[in-house]
């Protein structure tokens, strides 16, 4: 079965940027569309963005459009979460998923999760 683990999470000022990465093991992430979401406490988990196998096609939450971009390469079986101009309200536990469908914004069509990384953002 595909493992995730994401990376590069850290402390960074309100307006900086920051690359999330997510690695898979156990196998190849080209069938999966693969997804980021994030949960900050107390609040539900939200979805960031998705992208499909082949990065053919991306979607993002409204509250992350035009700042964060998503990017796969499924030869070397990584994920990526481009975060530029970040903000307080970004701050929360970054995860990565991958689903069977084409692409996805709900978290119950994501069967494979990672254990997160935490993204805090200093006013």
């Known amino acids: 079965q595909v493992q995730l683990v994401e990376s590069g999470g850290g402390l960074v000022q309100a307006g900086g940027s920051l690359r999330l990465s997510c690695t898979a093991s156990g196998g190849s992430i080209t069938s999966f569309a693969m997804g980021w979401f994030r949960q900050a406490p107390g609040k539900e988990r939200e979805f960031v963005a998705s992208?499909?196998?082949?990065?053919?096609?991306?979607s993002y939450g409204d509250s992350v459009k035009g700042r964060f971009t998503i990017s796969r390469d499924n030869a070397n079986k990584r994920v990526y979460l481009q975060m530029d101009s970040l903000k307080p309200e970004d701050t929360a536990v970054y995860y990565c998923?991958?689903?069977?469908?084409?692409?996805?914004?709900?978290?119950?069509?994501?069967?494979?999760w990672g254990q997160g990384t935490q993204v805090t953002v200093s006013s």
């Open positions: 998923a991958a689903s069977p469908n084409i692409i996805s914004s709900l978290a119950r069509e994501y069967v494979r």
């Open positions: 992208i499909t196998w082949s990065s053919t096609g991306a």
